[in-house]
């Protein structure tokens, strides 16, 4: 509810495009330095601790912040908290791993696809708000619904949830470490994930993939608005009609897809997510049936390519040096996506189309990438087979 509007609140409390972008861009440096720290701090303090700590600080404190800004240097200090985010984010994933059997991995992350689906059917209850206010107050009013809604799911969360085996093992270990300890057993972190010849492929897509999410959740609003002239009321109804494409190919399409083929499909998601980007850009103002089927292309097309690569990067990495290696993988990843913001922002200023053109045409590139990683991955699998 709150992601559809937050660009276009910060255009209405008087900031340019290229300030939202540098607000992005900002969150994403520091993001940088938080994945850092976060497979240490994850594994000193464990995984549900850690998690429940840094999820409070870095998302109920930035929403009431968010609340009541009325200037960029609100929206920056919100998004310096909120960039602690990589600590949580690491200790949720290693809590969502450890304990899973390999084989059902990918199962584990449709389900997490289908949980966020199901949340984004309620985005158009956000058009009634605007109906009865203006844009700036019914905002402010999610993001107050919001502060509630993830401080009471993260205290619920906490009393439910137990530590892994992993977590309660590696918090042992983490008393005792001194500052060589922690170089070393990043560097070893740091020497598989370089040794690993399948994991660049994966982090060059991932990569590309950040950068699309990042431009898309912070320019495509304020297109459809812009330059595509529909109402604020109406494109919070594309959100749920995202989730119901989503709702829909997870219980019809996914179940039946095999972990096997995962090349082939995230393939064709980067193809349907590429085309549903050249879409937008032909689209003429005020189609409804345009704007449908883009949100529909990219619903399945993020469908199949997160839980497929989420799956083939849990299962190449060691449980015991899981938390560093997905916390030296994220830094990767953040320094190459944190100019996405800025970058998106002073192309959008150029021409509102460019941003969305240049992620179409990356999107083309690792579709390629894919292609070239799972023949290798095959070809390997067939010699493994013959001996």
């Not at 900031?15 to 861009?25: D, E, M, Y």
């Not at 800004?69 to 310096?80: C, G, N, P, Q």
Request: glycine share 6%; charged share 10%; with cysteine.
């Amino acid at each position: 509810m709150v992601i559809t509007y937050a660009s276009v609140y910060m255009l209405e409390l008087g900031l340019s495009h290229s300030q939202i972008g540098l607000i992005a861009t900002i969150g994403s440096v520091l993001q940088v330095f938080t994945s850092l720290g976060s497979g240490y701090l994850t594994d000193r303090l464990g995984r549900k601790k850690a998690l429940f700590m840094f999820d409070l600080l870095c998302w109920s404190v930035p929403a009431l912040i968010w609340m009541f800004s009325s200037d960029i240097w609100h929206f920056v200090i919100a998004v310096t908290i909120n960039s602690l985010v990589k600590i949580p984010t690491t200790a949720f994933y290693c809590l969502l791993i450890e304990d899973t059997p390999a084989g059902v991995r990918s199962k584990v992350f449709s389900i997490l696809q289908f949980t966020g689906a199901a949340g984004g059917v309620f985005a158009p209850l956000a058009a009634i708000l605007i109906a009865y206010y203006d844009l700036v107050t019914s905002v402010r009013l999610l993001y107050a619904f919001f502060f509630m809604c993830t401080t009471m799911m993260v205290i619920a969360r906490h009393y439910f949830l137990y530590d892994t085996e992993i977590s309660v093992s590696k918090r042992g270990e983490a008393v005792s470490d001194t500052l060589p300890m922690i170089v070393k057993q990043y560097r070893s972190a740091a020497g598989s994930l370089l040794r690993n010849r399948s994991v660049l492929p994966i982090m060059f897509v991932y990569v590309l993939f950040n950068v699309q999410i990042i431009v898309k959740n912070t320019f495509l609003s304020v297109y459809m608005v812009d330059y595509l002239n529909f109402d604020t009321m109406t494109i919070a109804w594309f959100p749920a009609i995202s989730s119901i494409s989503m709702l829909a190919a997870l219980l019809g399409v996914i179940p039946r897809l095999k972990q096997s083929r995962m090349f082939v499909y995230i393939t064709i998601g980067l193809s349907v997510t590429a085309v549903s980007y050249v879409l937008l850009l032909v689209s003429p103002p005020k189609s409804f049936v345009f704007v449908i089927l883009i949100t529909v292309l990219h619903a399945i097309g993020t469908l199949l390519i997160l839980p497929f690569l989420e799956s083939f990067l849990s299962n190449v990495v060691e449980d015991a040096e899981r938390a560093k290696f997905y916390a030296l993988f994220t830094v990767c990843i953040m320094l190459f996506t944190s100019p996405a913001g800025a970058l998106g922002g002073w192309f959008y200023d150029i021409r509102p189309g460019i941003p969305f053109l240049l992620i179409a045409i990356g999107l083309v590139v690792c579709m390629g990438v894919m292609l070239v990683e799972g023949k290798r991955i095959g070809k390997q699998i067939i010699r493994t087979q013959i001996k």
